[in-house]
């Protein structure tokens, strides 16, 4: 479909409304771009109630406006962030209410990080490899500090919410400010110098820090609360915006910090460096000051309750006390009843002691009697045993005795010489032999052998 050609070339005669040289522009870049697709970094991203999402689209040469719809960000299968680049396809126009230029995006891909998004984790991984963001050194925000310092613009709408926050809840204590811009090439040394001159008024319990203070005092001349905590507070925007929180420097400077920092950059959204480094990471500027300051009606409460519990704890002492007095002036007033209850005391220990003596005797009898009783048991078990033993011994004895075997009718040869002959092959013919027998012995001579 092809689009009508518009002259835009203004004529003596031709003066346009705003509206419409707005609506002229919007079909000019309908008829000559779209549809469009726009690589370039997430900037500023926000999503509001209503599900429809504002970003900006950027690069290093230029910026571009875009709005996603709640339909086309309900399609979408990530969640955008500031300094993620993409891939967006839509339609170019013009928001008529402000004459701005604008991308209707339709559909969004992720392509990797932004160049700033990678030198954010760069750096945080960086810091976090040398220990700046361990939980374990970070400090306890004080319960009632003597004095709270804060870190941000004197122009800044997050000045303004932190002091209504302080005044309305802690008016008692002192508030100093120290001006630092939070934006720009310079921010991160405005806001090192002005954390650094709240170190110098700090109360820490590091050895010499007094003598930091009063040196401080003398050679400026200036006089200031004592602090023991920080706020390093920021309102929201957009990632570029928020740069200066992302300064190395500034981040080994908290880290260096003797009192606690809490850090109230942006929205709850929003990272960045100096929270991961602060002591603790508020949401919102307000909330930062909310963590640091205690209403004073909830430690008037506590200081009453606190009272009233000491006046009680007061008066039992005092009851007791008197009680305790009035037994001992009781006592001192009759000597004779403490000698009688000492008396009676020790005439009672005595008829418990021999009760017991009696009774640990009786028992050491009887404990006897049953060891001799199973004493002599055991002498008359143990000679039965051996006597049976005995008997049974001569019983297989007598089996062995060499007569019994002669009584059969054998007879035990020997030679001349003692002997024993039990072998043809131990005799001769003629030799003189000895026939031992039941009832005797006969002399023989071999007559031979077979």
Not at 36 to 64: A, M, N, P, T, W
Not at 236 to 265: C, K, T, Y
């Amino acid at each position: 479909m092809s689009m009508p050609s518009l002259d835009l070339t203004p004529t003596a005669s031709q003066v346009w409304q705003v509206g419409a040289l707005c609506r002229a522009i919007a079909v000019a870049l309908e008829a000559r771009f779209n549809p469009v697709v726009v690589r370039g970094e997430i900037s500023g991203f926000s999503r509001v109630s209503s599900g429809h999402c504002y970003f900006s689209l950027k690069d290093e040469s230029g910026q571009l406006r875009c709005a996603l719809f709640r339909r086309a960000a309900n399609l979408l299968d990530f969640a955008p962030r500031d300094g993620e680049l993409v891939e967006v396809r839509g339609h170019l126009g013009v928001y008529e209410a402000r004459g701005e230029l604008q991308l209707i995006a339709e559909s969004m891909r992720p392509l990797g990080q932004g160049a700033l998004f990678e030198q954010f984790l760069k750096l945080k991984a960086k810091l976090d490899e040398e220990g700046l963001f361990n939980s374990a050194d970070k400090q306890v925000l004080p319960m009632i500090p003597r004095g709270i310092g804060v870190v941000t613009s004197l122009g800044a709408a997050a000045l303004h919410d932190v002091i209504t926050t302080l005044q309305r809840r802690v008016p008692h204590i002192p508030v100093l400010v120290m001006p630092a811009a939070v934006q720009g090439a310079n921010a991160p040394q405005e806001l090192i110098n002005a954390l650094s001159n709240l170190y110098l008024l700090a109360q820490t319990a590091k050895e010499q820090a007094r003598d930091v203070v009063q040196k401080h005092k003398k050679k400026s001349g200036r006089t200031g609360p004592v602090i023991d905590v920080i706020l390093l507070v920021r309102g929201g925007g957009s990632m570029e915006d928020l740069w200066a929180f992302n300064d190395e420097q500034l981040a080994r400077m908290m880290a260096q910090s003797p009192v606690p920092i809490v850090s109230g950059v942006g929205h709850e959204t929003d990272f960045t460096i100096a929270d991961f480094v602060a002591d603790l990471r508020a949401p919102t500027p307000t909330a930062a000051a909310e963590l640091v300051a205690q209403p004073r009606e909830v430690w008037q409460k506590s200081i009453n309750g606190l009272g009233g519990r000491l006046q009680q704890a007061a008066f039992r002492q005092i009851d007791q006390q008197s009680q305790n007095l009035d037994l001992v002036s009781s006592r001192l007033g009759r000597p004779s009843l403490l000698v009688n209850q000492a008396r009676l005391g020790l005439t009672s220990g005595a008829q418990r002691l021999q009760l017991v003596s009696t009774q640990i005797l009786k028992q050491k009898q009887y404990v006897l009697e049953r060891l001799r009783v199973d004493l002599q048991g055991a002498l008359r078990h143990g000679q039965r045993t051996k006597a049976d033993l005995l008997q049974q011994a001569g019983l297989r004895l007598g089996l062995l005795d060499p007569t019994l075997v002669l009584r059969r009718g054998y007879a035990w040869l020997t030679s001349a010489d003692g002997q024993a002959v039990n072998s043809v092959r131990q005799t001769r013919a003629g030799q003189r032999v000895r026939a031992t027998l039941a009832d005797g012995a006969v002399d023989l001579t071999v007559s031979g052998s077979r």
